[in-house]
Structures are given as structure tokens and as C-alpha cells.
């Protein structure tokens, strides 16, 4: 796929570097992949330190204070003492119910961490991963935090703070051949979530396959990981495009059942999404970002989930 010309970030006042009315590329190129499957077989093998990516990428300075700055806050939040984030609970480990029907995972406890260096309590509002952003854009929330890539197309409806990497894969039936790559899907059924980067980037592979005369990948749309990962059990679909992160923990859980069809084929940036018109939310999140990355605290709640390749340096 051939990259297109980006725009370069934008500082904001206080020092965080925010994806905000910027285009550039979620298609990373082949140094800075390696370099994250690196980071990836680092934590796998207990040997992670602190591996750092040098990537052209988004990142966020750290603050000089440890504080967040809420004085940015809207005046609606500041009354309430409460943020609303709208979050799809069908994506371990990133956020999903637990046993007792209690909102878990990576983006559930960065949520409540961000909240609490703000002085907020929160509120989660559990919507299918293809309707946080019209749920945000309809003030149902004050901000999206469910795992969303940053994209161009995404970034002329909301703006997005950075705050972590993810990559995405090809889960198959245990015992399945292993594939050189993605284009090997071709005239295969493969199931994805809708809007996810996965069936993003196999989209765009139909479009290389149609091009050099090869069959299309059936791709078999859900709206949540779940239903998805079924199909594959049931063996009605041959494979199932999936975030890393994501096929990982379901590897864990039931062990033997699934196997990885491919390396990470895709890494992008992760955004918070807030309402192109709420600057202070945007502000003051930014801002908390930044603190519980000086604090450490940021790099904790990753490495307790077991993806610390996944932070931001």
C-alpha cells in the first residue's frame, strides 16, 4: 500500500503532543513493525526492561509536575465531578464485563486512573465498537476510550489523544497451516468486528487481490470479538482478523484451541476521542496522560495486563 504525505503534530499549550485536525498514516512501515514484534517476544520472554522504539511517530512529552491539570475541564464535568466514557465491553483486555458483570481491562483501569488525577469519578457506558464515536458525537459521553485507532478519516470527526500502540493479527484453528501472509487469505471466509483496524487493513487487501486477478477474502462482519471468535470455533469461518492484544488473551483463557496465522501485520496509535469542540477535555486528559506517565503508573497497568510492548515511550 503506498503511504501518503502526513501532516506533522501540533504542540498544544501544555507541552502534550495531540493528534488534532492532522492526516497521517496507520500503516506503519516494515523497521518499525520489526521493532515492535521485537518488544513483543521481549515481553513473552520475561526479558522486557525497557525496550524503547526510536519510530517518527505521535508521542507525549512528560509534564514537569506530576499533577494533571484540570482547571481545562467543561463546566459540565466540573459540576458532576464525573466523566462518561463510552467504551465497547466486548474487547479483552482492553475493557469487557467481568463474572460479576463489572466493566475490566487495560482502558478500564486508564479511565479510572486518568479520572482520578483529575479529581473525577466515572461513568462507563458499554456501545458496539462501530457506535462509540456517533454515541460521542451525540453527547452521550464526553469521550471514547475503547481502543480506537487513530486515522484520518476518524480525525475529521473527533480529536484524539494518543495513548498507546496496538497491532493486529490473523487467529486460526489450532492445527491450521501457518500463512506467509494476509494475502494468503484469498477465497478464505474470514470473520472481523466492523471498524476495527483489522477489517481495515483486509479490506485493503481485497483491493491488492482484485488487482492481481486473485480471489477476494470473504470477510464476515460482527459487531463484537465474541460472536466472532464463535464462528471460528464453530468452523464456520476459516480465520478471524482480530487485535493482537485481544487474540492473545483468548489464547491465554482457553488454551490449544487457537493458533497466531501470521505475525502482526498492522500497528497504529490508539486515541481517547473527544468532540473537536471540548479543547479543555482534550487539555486536561492530555495532561493527565502525561502525569501518570512520569509517575509510572501508566507503564503498571500494562505490564500487570501483559502487553507492555504496547506503551507509548
Known amino acids: 500500500m503506498t503511504a501518503a504525505a502526513t501532516a506533522m503534530p501540533r504542540r498544544s499549550d501544555v507541552g502534550e503532543i495531540i ?4 492526516t497521517f498514516d496507520t500503516i506503519i512501515e516494515p523497521r518499525i513493525l520489526q521493532d515492535y514484534q521485537m518488544k513483543i517476544k521481549a515481553v513473552k520472554t520475561c526479558k522486557i526492561s525497557r525496550v524503547v522504539v526510536g519510530l517518527s511517530l505521535l508521542f507525549l512529552s512528560l509534564c514537569a509536575s506530576a499533577k494533571a491539570d484540570a482547571t481545562s475541564l467543561p463546566p459540565s464535568i466540573l459540576a ?12 479483552p483486555p482492553f475493557e469487557f464485563y467481568d463474572k460479576k458483570l463489572k466493566p475490566e481491562g487495560v482502558d478500564i483501569e486508564m479511565g479510572e486512573l486518568l479520572a482520578s488525577q483529575l479529581g473525577l469519578s466515572v461513568k462507563w457506558i458499554n456501545v458496539p465498537f462501530a457506535g462509540v464515536i456517533p454515541a460521542l458525537l451525540a453527547k452521550h459521553c464526553d469521550a471514547v476510550l475503547s481502543g480506537l485507532n487513530i486515522t484520518p478519516n476518524r480525525l475529521q470527526m473527533v480529536d484524539m489523544v494518543p495513548y498507546r500502540f496496538a497491532g493486529s493479527t490473523v487467529l486460526l484453528k489450532a492445527g491450521a497451516p501457518k500463512l506467509p501472509g494476509v494475502e494468503a487469505l484469498t477465497g478464505k471466509k474470514v470473520a472481523v468486528v466492523t471498524g476495527t483496524a483489522a477489517s481495515l487493513v483486509l479490506s485493503q487487501t481485497n483491493d491488492a487481490l482484485l488487482k492481481e486477478g486473485k480471489s477476494p477474502i470473504t470477510l464476515v462482519t460482527f459487531s463484537d470479538n465474541a460472536t466472532a ?4 470455533q464453530f468452523g464456520q469461518v476459516d480465520a478471524f482478523g482480530v487485535a493482537y ?4 488473551y483468548y489464547d491465554q483463557i482457553d488454551p490449544g484451541q487457537f493458533e497466531f496465522g501470521v505475525p502482526i501485520f498492522h500497528k497504529v496509535r490508539d486515541g481517547i476521542a473527544v468532540r473537536k469542540d471540548d479543547t479543555g477535555l482534550r ?9 501518570v506517565m512520569k509517575n509510572n503508573s501508566y507503564n503498571t ?5 501483559h502487553i507492555g510492548f504496547d506503551v507509548l515511550n
Open 19 to 22: 493528534a488534532h485536525n492532522n
Open 80 to 91: 458532576t465531578k464525573t466523566i462518561t466514557f463510552c467504551s465497547a465491553m466486548t474487547q
Open 229 to 232: 471468535l464463535q464462528q471460528l
Open 245 to 248: 492484544e485481544t487474540a492473545t
Open 283 to 291: 487539555l486536561a486528559l492530555a495532561s493527565a496522560l502525561s502525569a
Open 301 to 305: 497497568i500494562y505490564q500487570k495486563w
